[in-house]
């Protein structure tokens, strides 16, 4: 295959990083965008030169000249567009999470068995470089026999009015945040056994986000086969800015990995500078910019990684095929369920 070409149905946040992504990767070409939105479409296809652009993803799913189609849309329509561009013969990019229901998840993976086409689960942390580094030091034995995992990411809340209803969203800060550590340690550890969650109860019960149907802070306990646990946690009640953070312990040693805050640069600045982290409320005072989001938070790994699957064939990492986005779905809804239900989730 020459040069794959990409699709992209979503033109706000989430279509624009991706489209950032896509420009720099030798081999990708974004032919078409799709938004409901005439000026968000526009606006795109003004920034990014694209030649094409539709008023519907399935107007650009029937594109003869689209190989690959990027999923950058609201949560409640993931599956829908993933089931449409299967059934019309086009690998997915997928963005978290899966689907918004198990039955919209199952319906997902009956288009996919039956598709023959790729299908990428879009789990960035996978391809985190820190993150890349500490698997390396698992796998060599540098802290001996996993006992115990965290793993988080939480901010002050979602700026897409989407998140606030559950119809749309599927949840609360656990589908929308604490999606990235459970995707992460499913593709490090396997399938959990069983889950334990807690969450606050959404609406008037939250902490801070009255306004949010769903959880503005939740958490759970993955048990897995051997004995390991996995604590993750997502939450919208915490300031200044995302706080990803990775921490693993073992029997001769341990490791932790703060993915948004760890790198090298600090500033400070009475007046503020142009922008510091994700969610950030300001800038003035001591920072610790990011020096390059895409590439910290694994993107252009995790992009370049697809294109060559679809272009020369390499083997697709684990943790990102479609099973691997049932599964961390099934995590998410079972660790819904142990909370309305206040008990232990089995997923044997």
Known sequence: MKNVRIGIIG??????????????IPGAEVTAVADLEEKARTDFQKKYGVSKIY?????????????????????????????????????VICEKPFATTMDDADKVMEAYA??????????????????????????SGGIGNLFFLKGKEVHNGSHSPYAKKIEFCGGGSIIHLGVHPIGYFHHLLGMPSKVTGFCSPGSEGNFIHKDFEGEDWGMGVLHFPNGTKALIEG?????????????????????????????????????????????A???????????DENDSLGYRNELSHFLGCMKDGIEQQHGT??????????????????????????LA
């Not at 650009?60 to 999923?71: G, N, Q, S």
């Not at 790198?263 to 969610?279: Q, T, W």
């Not at 986005?325 to 660790?335: E, M, S, V």
């Open 114 to 139: 039956k598709s023959g086409v790729k299908f990428f689960y879009a789990e960035d942390w996978i391809f985190a470089p820190a993150l890349q580094r500490m698997e390396t030091i698992l796998k």
């Open 321 to 346: 095929d479609a099973q691997s986005g049932f599964n961390t779905f099934r995590i998410i809804d079972a660790l819904y369920r142990s909370h309305r239900e206040g008990k232990t989730i089995s």
């Open 235 to 279: 939450n919208y009640i915490t300031s200044g800015g995302m706080d990803d953070v990775v921490e693993v312990y073992g029997s001769e040693g341990r490791i932790r990995v703060d993915i948004t805050f760890g790198g090298p640069l600090s500033v400070f600045s009475k007046k503020g500078i142009d922008y510091a982290v994700e969610k």
């Open 55 to 91: 008023g519907d993803g399935e107007e650009l799913i029937r594109d003869p000249d689209i190989d690959l189609v990027d999923i950058c849309v609201p949560n409640f329509l993931h599956a829908k567009i993933a089931i449409a561009a299967m059934r019309g013969g086009k690998s």
């Open 11 to 24: 033109a706000k946040f989430a279509g624009g990083f991706h489209m950032d992504v896509w420009k720099t």
């Open 281 to 291: 409320e300001f800038t003035h005072g001591w920072t610790h910019p990011a020096v």
